[in-house]
T-cell receptor, first 115, second 113 residues
Framework: DGGITQSPKYLFRKEGQNVTLSCEQN?????MYWYRQDPGQGLRLIYY???????QKGDIAEGYSVSREKKESFPLTVTSAQKNPTAFYLC??????????????FGDGTRLSIL | DQQVKQNSPSLSVQEGRISILNCDYT??????FLWYKKYPAEGPTFLIS?????DKNEDGRFTVFLNKSAKHLSLHIVPSQPGDSAVYFC????????????FGTGTRLKVLA
């Protein structure tokens, strides 16, 4: 069954530590995205990638980094520079090669908390 | 600057009646709009979309209406069912040459049995 897998579902980080969130898709989608959701707010775009080895900053990229070495994988690192990392993180992908007018498909998210 | 706004944080509707969720946008360059449904602790699920060349799109119980002059879209669910209880997000594509989507803050729908 095709889909997007995010792991882990819950993650705890100590102050000053970097942590990496995993996102894998087997939908053969070219484009992948990372969003952050805070209570009472919509999804805010952190980074996105339209093709392998290329990615662009979204609206709130500070304190985050990504890589896109493989089409299937788009890991997000939350660095110690991110001052308020506690949030629900969502990864998505879309079939951008077919058309720009394609919906994004989402994983089930990772909830990151600071100890 | 909230480019996509959902001004009603919550909505309650009786089972079998119509649910109407609203969304306003400010950027006239938006040309593709989507609605997503989200249950707690899960990712959003795509429901229905509409491009700016249309003013209505239907899929089963779900219909999306687009009023470009008012920069307003709405999602109608008829008839509403208890399983429709979730948070609904509208999103807009940020224009040609980009694959970015701007999301609203969501409306929590509760369908009462």
């Amino acid at each position: 069954d095709g889909g997007i897998t995010q792991s882990p579902k819950y993650l705890f980080r100590k102050e000053g530590q970097n942590v990496t969130l995993s996102c894998e898709q087997n939908l053969n989608h070219d484009a992948m995205y990372w969003y952050r959701q805070d209570p009472g707010q919509g999804l805010r775009l952190i980074y996105y990638s339209q093709i392998v080895n290329d990615f662009q900053k979204g609206d709130i990229a500070e304190g985050y980094s990504v890589s896109r070495e493989k089409k299937e994988s788009f890991p997000l690192t939350v660095t110690s520079a991110q001052k308020n990392p506690t949030a629900f993180y969502l990864c998505a992908s879309s079939n951008s090669r077919q058309s720009r007018y394609q919906p994004q498909h989402f994983g089930d998210g990772t909830r990151l908390s600071i100890l | 600057d909230q480019q996509v706004k959902q001004n009603s944080p919550s909505l309650s509707v009786q089972e079998g009646r119509i649910s109407i969720l609203n969304c306003d946008y400010t950027n006239s360059m938006f040309d593709y709009f989507l609605w997503y449904k989200k249950y707690p602790a899960e990712g959003p699920t795509f429901l229905i979309s509409i491009s700016s060349i249309k003013d209505k799109n239907e899929d089963g119980r779900f219909t999306v209406f687009l009023n470009k002059s008012a920069k307003h879209l709405s999602l109608h669910i008829v008839p509403s069912q208890p399983g429709d209880s979730a948070v609904y997000f509208c999103a807009a594509s940020a224009g040609s040459g980009t694959y970015k989507y701007i999301f609203g803050t969501g409306t929590r729908l509760k369908v009462l049995a």
